[in-house]
Nanobody
């Protein structure tokens, strides 16, 4: 399974970016798949930003609520992260992740251990 992120770049504070995560090579349909966007700034731990489950349920970190929107296009096997009103503190490497789960699993979608597959990351830099 390969996850490839794109859409990162440099913007000024208040600007917008749309990240994409294209998945390929996934053939096991016996599990549900949850998706997450994580980010890691220099010297900081990787943190969950937004998640979306196979039923479309979404979750957001408090720091991005109202500004970021996660969505998925199942036909294209692609997950998006629309980022508006960007702030300098949003500067980080952004990673896409996918994790398999069963219907009865109790998940913690903002935890790194929930995800089997990771992309290589795309850099987002917000200047003031």
């Amino acid at each position: 399974v390969q996850l490839v992120e794109s859409g990162g770049g440099s913007v000024q504070s208040g600007g917008s970016l749309r990240l994409s995560c294209a998945a390929s090579g996934y053939t096991d349909s016996s599990y549900y798949v949850g998706w997450g966007w994580f980010r890691q700034a220099p010297g900081k731990e990787r943190e969950g930003v937004a998640t979306i489950d196979s039923d479309g349920s979404t979750g957001y970190a408090d720091s991005v609520k109202g500004r970021f929107t996660i969505s998925q296009d199942n036909a294209k096997n692609t997950v998006y992260l629309q980022m508006n009103s960007l702030k300098p503190e949003d500067t980080a490497m952004y990673y896409c992740a996918a994790g398999e789960y069963n219907e009865d699993d109790v998940r913690e979608p903002f935890e790194i251990f929930e995800y089997n597959y990771w992309g290589q990351g795309t850099q987002v830099t917000v200047s003031s």
